[in-house]
Nanobody, 115 residues
Framework: QVQLVESGGGLVQPGGSLRLSCAASGSIFSIYAMGWYRQALGKQRELVAR???????NYVDSVKGRFTISRDNAKNTVYLQMNSLKPEDTAVYYCNAVHGSSWSWGQGTQVTVSS
């Protein structure tokens, strides 16, 4: 089993920045990819960014050039640096880990971009 704990959400003005953190514990040796998803009100959950154990990353087109996913292996933590935030980035952000044939999810953290 893998447990994920997110932090770093909040309220920010358009154009501002936030950094989300996701700390993994448990069977972390089995994780081969971690990512951030988001779900806005009335919309489906979508992949925002993902990083594999080999360091490969991919992003949804709407955040390319603004968001950066990274990881600190010593801390078993994945980060999502979000810059130039827009109101349409408002959503609950969920951390995700893929391990074996299983997926684990964090509890979610709210990001609100509003003036």
């Amino acid at each position: 089993q893998v447990q994920l704990v997110e932090s770093g959400g909040g309220l920010v003005q358009p154009g501002g920045s936030l950094r989300l953190s996701c700390a993994a514990s448990g069977s972390i040796f089995s994780i081969y990819a971690m990512g951030w998803y988001r779900q806005a009100l009335g919309k489906q959950r979508e992949l925002v960014a993902r990083i594999t154990s080999g360091g490969n990353t991919n992003y949804v087109d709407s955040v390319k050039g603004r968001f950066t996913i990274s990881r600190d292996n010593a801390k078993n933590t994945v980060y999502l640096q979000m810059n130039s935030l827009k109101p349409e980035d408002t959503a609950v952000y969920y951390c995700n880990a893929v391990h074996g044939s299983s997926w684990s999810w964090g509890q979610g953290t709210q990001v609100t971009v509003s003036s």
